[in-house]
C-alpha cells in the first residue's frame, strides 16, 4: 500500500511539473515570438545589437579555421591568434557553426540559438522547484517570478545585447544547485554524479563563468547544514563532477590559457566593463533604481522580502533548510556583484553581471515566504502580528503586480522605456553600416587596411561592427573587433595606447606605414581634428560623425624584401613572387606559425608595439603561412 502510495505520489509531482513548465515554457515561447519576431527567425536579416554581431564574427572564424580551436586571423591587429583566444561566450553558437555551415547561415544559426535559449530560461525555475520537491503552488509561482525576473530585469538587457549564454547559464545554474542540494541530502547513487558532470561540461562549455554560482551555492551549503553534512559526500561530488566538467573543456581552455597572457590580444588596462565597486549598488538595486551603474528592478524588493521571510520564519523544516541555503547563496552572490571587482583578478570576471544573479537564486525562497506569510495570516495570532504581515504581503502583491505591468510593457513595441532591446530584436543592418560597407567596397581595396576608430557608445547601429565589416567587405582593419583587444586598439581618441593628440605626426605616419594602413575612418572629434592637420591626408567621404580620409602613401605588406600577397583567409596567408635574403611582413609573429614549404620564421619588433612581426630568413618564390 506504501508503495502504491508512495508511486501516485511521485506521478502527481512529475505530473505537476510537466504542467507548470509547460506553461511557462508556452508564455516564454509567445512572449518570445511576438518580441523577435518569429516570422524572422529563418530569414537573411541579422539580430545585430552591441556584442551580437562580434558572436557572428567569432562563429565565422570558428567555421573556417575548423577542426582547429585557434588560428591566424589576418582581418584585425595585423594578425593574431583567434579562436577560442578571445571567443570565450559563444562556443556553442561556433560548434553550430562548424556543424551546419554552409547548408544553414550563421545568421540563422545564431538568431535560433538566441530563440531556444530564450525560451528554456525560466523552464529552468521550475525544474529546480521541482528538483528541490516543493509543491505544485510553489513550483507554479517560481515560474510566475522568473518570466517577470527574465523580462522586466537587467537579464533581458543582457539577453539582447548578445549575453545570451552568460543568462542561460545563469538559469541553468538553479536547477544544478537543486540536483547537487538533493543529493548531498539524500542517499542518490553515482548516476546522480555523472548527470551533474556531463550536465556542468556542457554548461560550462556555452559560459566559462557558469562554476561561479554554484561555488557560491555549495559554500552556502556548507555553511548552513555545517552540523549534519557529510563531507566524504561532498568531497566526492566536488572531485568527480568539477572532474567530468574539465576534462572535455580542456581542448580550449589549455590553448586559451597558452595566449592570455599576450599583450597583442588584451591590454593591460583590460576592459572596464561590469566592474564597479559600490557597496551602495545593493540597496539601489533593491529598491528598483535603474540609471548610471546601478541596475535595479521593481521584482527585485518582493523577492528579497519573501526570500528573508522563509528563511527566519518557515516552520516546514525541510523548507527552511531549502530556504536558508539559497537565500545565503544569493547574498553572497549579491556581494560578490557589488564588491568583487576590489579585488583586481576577481574584476576580471566582470561581477556586476552577477547582480540579477543574485536576485534568480532568491525565488525559491521568496515563494516558500509567500505561501508561510499567507498561511500565518489565517491562523489565529495577535492583532500586531497579523496586521505587520499582512500590510508586508500588501506591499509584496503590489510591487508584483506593478512588476508584472513592466513584464507586459517589455514586451510591447511601444515608444517607451524598456530594460532590454526594444522590440522587434531583428532589425537588419542600419544607415551607418550599409554607408560604411559602402565606403569599403567603393573607396578602398585590398592592398592596404583600415584604420577604425571605435565607438565605446557603439554609434554605429549600436553594436560592435566591425568584424561583420572586414569580413563582409574583405578588408583588413587596425584594431580589433571588440575594445580594448590588442595593442593596435584604436577607440574614442586612444590610439595605442597614445591620446592620438599627443602623438607627433612622424610618428603617426610612421605606425601607418607599419600597419600598411591606406584609409582612416574616424568619429570623435579629437580625432578629426588630429587628421586634418596632417597634410598626406585626404578626406574622401563623410557620414554624420563619421569622417574618412585616405593616406598618400605606397601600400605595401612588405617592410623588408619584395613580393605578393596572393591570399589572405582566416589562418591562410599565401605569398608569391617573394625576392630578397630576408622578408619581413607587416603581419604579426606567433609561435606556432609554420610555412609550407618549410623556410626559417623569425620575429622582428618595430616601434614600441609589444608583438613583433614575421621574419622569413631565405624564402622560396612561393609559400604559404598559419598558425598551428
Request: proline share 5%; net charge positive; with cysteine.
Amino acid at each position: 500500500m506504501n508503495d502504491q502510495s508512495s508511486q501516485s505520489s511521485s506521478f502527481k509531482r512529475i505530473w505537476e511539473f510537466n504542467f507548470v513548465t509547460l506553461i511557462t515554457t508556452l508564455i516564454q515561447f509567445l512572449c518570445v515570438a511576438y518580441t523577435f519576431p518569429v516570422s524572422e527567425l529563418l530569414s537573411n536579416q541579422p539580430f545585430f545589437h552591441i556584442d551580437s554581431a562580434f558572436h557572428w564574427y567569432q562563429m565565422q572564424l570558428a567555421a573556417d579555421i575548423a577542426p582547429s580551436t585557434i588560428g591566424y586571423d589576418p582581418f584585425f591587429a595585423a594578425g593574431y591568434p583567434g579562436g577560442v583566444t578571445i571567443n570565450l561566450s559563444a562556443h556553442v553558437p561556433a560548434l553550430l557553426a562548424i556543424l551546419l555551415t554552409p547548408k544553414v547561415s550563421i545568421v540563422v544559426i545564431y538568431k535560433c540559438y538566441v530563440f531556444v535559449c530564450a525560451i528554456l530560461g525560466p523552464a529552468c525555475v521550475s525544474l529546480a522547484a521541482s528538483l528541490l520537491r516543493l509543491s505544485f503552488r510553489h513550483t507554479a509561482l517560481a515560474g510566475f517570478l522568473a518570466l517577470i525576473l527574465w523580462w522586466a530585469s537587467i537579464f533581458h538587457w543582457y539577453h539582447t545585447a548578445g549575453m545570451v549564454s552568460f543568462v542561460m547559464a545563469s538559469f541553468v545554474a538553479l536547477p544544478f544547485s537543486a540536483a547537487i542540494y538533493q543529493y548531498l541530502e539524500s542517499d542518490e547513487n553515482g548516476w546522480t554524479l555523472i548527470v551533474l558532470g556531463i550536465t556542468g561540461g556542457i554548461i560550462f562549455f556555452s559560459h566559462p563563468l557558469f562554476p561561479i554560482p554554484i561555488v557560491f551555492f555549495t559554500l552556502s551549503y556548507v555553511c548552513t547544514s555545517w552540523s549534519r553534512i557529510s563531507f566524504q559526500r561532498l568531497t566526492i561530488l566536488i572531485l568527480v563532477v568539477s572532474g567530468i566538467s574539465l576534462i572535455p573543456n580542456l581542448f580550449w581552455l589549455i590553448p586559451m590559457f597558452h595566449y592570455s597572457g599576450d599583450p597583442s590580444i588584451y591590454l593591460k588596462v583590460g576592459q572596464p566593463y561590469q566592474k564597479i565597486v559600490d557597496a551602495n549598488l545593493l540597496w539601489r538595486e533593491l529598491i528598483g533604481q535603474f540609471r548610471g551603474n546601478t541596475h535595479g528592478a521593481k521584482i527585485y524588493a518582493p523577492i528579497f522580502i519573501g526570500a528573508v521571510y522563509s528563511s527566519l520564519f518557515s516552520r516546514n523544516r525541510s523548507m527552511l533548510k531549502i530556504a536558508q541555503c539559497l537565500t545565503l547563496s544569493g547574498f553572497i552572490i549579491l556581494l560578490f556583484a557589488a564588491t568583487g571587482a576590489s579585488i583586481s583578478v576577481i574584476g576580471n570576471l566582470q561581477p556586476n553581471r552577477f547582480s540579477p544573479v543574485g536576485y534568480l537564486f532568491l525565488i525559491i525562497p521568496a515563494t516558500i515566504g509567500y505561501y508561510d506569510a499567507i498561511h500565518f495570516i489565517k491562523e489565529r495570532h495577535n492583532f500586531f502580528s497579523k496586521s505587520f504581515i499582512t500590510i508586508g504581503v500588501a506591499i509584496v502583491v503590489t510591487t508584483t503586480s506593478y512588476a508584472s505591468y513592466e513584464m507586459v510593457r517589455e514586451i510591447g513595441y511601444g515608444h517607451w522605456g524598456h530594460y532590454g532591446f526594444p522590440p522587434p530584436g531583428v532589425r537588419g543592418i542600419g544607415e551607418y553600416s550599409k554607408w560604411i560597407l559602402n565606403f569599403l567596397e567603393k573607396q578602398t581595396n585590398t592592398q592596404g587596411r583600415i584604420l577604425f576608430e571605435l565607438s565605446s557608445g557603439r554609434i554605429y547601429d549600436d553594436a560592435h561592427m566591425t568584424g561583420y565589416y572586414a569580413y563582409t567587405s574583405d578588408r583588413e582593419f587596425i584594431g580589433g573587433s571588440y575594445p580594448y583587444f590588442h595593442f593596435t586598439n584604436f577607440q574614442d581618441g586612444l590610439l595605442f595606447g597614445h591620446p592620438i593628440n599627443q602623438l607627433s605626426k612622424s610618428r603617426f605616419l610612421d605606425y601607418m606605414r607599419i600597419y600598411n594602413v591606406g584609409w582612416i575612418l574616424v568619429h570623435s572629434e579629437i580625432s578629426k581634428k588630429y587628421l586634418d592637420s596632417i597634410p598626406t591626408l585626404k578626406v574622401v567621404g563623410e557620414y554624420k560623425e563619421f569622417k574618412a580620409y585616405q593616406i598618400n602613401q605606397a601600400l605595401s605588406f612588405f617592410t623588408e624584401g619584395k613580393g605578393n600577397i596572393k591570399a589572405r583567409s582566416h589562418n591562410l596567408i599565401v605569398l608569391s613572387d617573394l625576392q630578397g635574403g630576408v622578408v619581413t611582413l607587416k603581419y604579426h609573429y606567433f609561435p606556432g606559425i609554420l610555412s609550407s614549404p618549410h623556410s626559417t620564421i623569425l620575429p622582428k619588433y618595430m616601434l614600441d608595439d609589444p608583438t613583433p612581426f614575421i621574419s622569413i630568413t631565405n624564402p622560396p618564390k612561393d609559400m604559404t603561412l598559419s598558425l598551428q
